[in-house]
């Protein structure tokens, strides 16, 4: 089991991404068409008019002042943009080269971003992202263009070999930042990442972001994030490079691991809702084309 994506793989995923387009043309009742263009055009929009609801309108686009006023109901009608910015945000530190299911998280989490791009590309859509975490590399920012030459180099660098030690610092708030920066206003951000760290000192961040573009968090699972499995004793080393011995055979600390975890989910989840960020979790074990396609149908399909 590889470390990185075969760049042919990625590659051939935008056949994927093509048939979920179309397969999903079936699954949402709205004003557009395909699951993916629910995501991808739901805020990148103008407004146009008001009209009279009609059989099949979006709901989420009731015009709740008119509809008071006359007793009908009426509905705000929008003009699609014909392009927007997508950007893909992928942590590629040392702690997504784990995996005890499936695959590592690497590889889930360049699948995930070759499957969004090259679903973006195909709306026509500039496509980008950046990548963070390698404490040997700088962060390699790719900025966002219409003829797929960034999404390429993206899904190249995803496929090459990244550090192997823990970066001295969590840069997750620093690259959403330079992704605020270097992306217009209005984009779309997904970002696919180890979520299983501290997440209350990026709500300042992620709030900022927010006021300015549309963003989707997508946290890479492995099975082992929640639950340890029973293998005797095992040595464990931190982010500061102390090594730390554990009996996974003991369950109250299995029972302790697990509470930790649900505990720093649980407050994602809370800041996801509280900032309006739609929460997508991606597992290792999970087949992806399946796991973005119902993650994307909970949180962008007919409500």
Known sequence: MSLFPNIDDLLELRHSAHALGLASHHLVNSSFSGLYASVFRGTGLD?????EYREGDDI?????????????????IF?????????????????????????????????AAALLGWAASRLNDRVGGLLFGDCELEMQYFRPTKDRRALWRLLHALTQE???????????????QRVDRGTTTGS???????MNREILELKQTLG??????????????DPADRGLPEMGRVTFVGPDGS??????GDHQARERYNEAWQKRRRLLQHLSNALG???????????????????LMKHFGRR
């Open 79 to 111: 003009r699609e943009e014909r392009e927007r910015s997508v950007v893909l945000c992928i942590d590629r530190g040392p702690h997504m080269s784990f995996g005890t299911r499936g695959t590592f998280k690497s590889v889930q989490a360049a699948k």
């Open 60 to 76: 989420r686009n009731m015009e709740w002042n008119v509809t008071a006023r006359t007793n009908v109901p009426h509905m705000k």
């Open 188 to 194: 779309l951000i997904f970002v696919i990442a180890d």
């Open 243 to 248: 090594a730390m011995e554990i009996d996974t």
């Open 208 to 221: 900022r972001l927010c006021q300015r573009h549309t963003l989707v968090l997508l946290p890479v699972d």
């Open 47 to 51: 407004f146009e008019e008001v009209r």
């Open 277 to 295: 960020i739609p929460l997508m979790p991606i597992a290792t074990n999970e087949e992806i084309h399946l796991a973005l396609s119902h993650g």
């Open 162 to 176: 990244g550090a192997t030690h823990q970066p001295r610092k969590d840069c997750l708030s620093e690259a959403l």
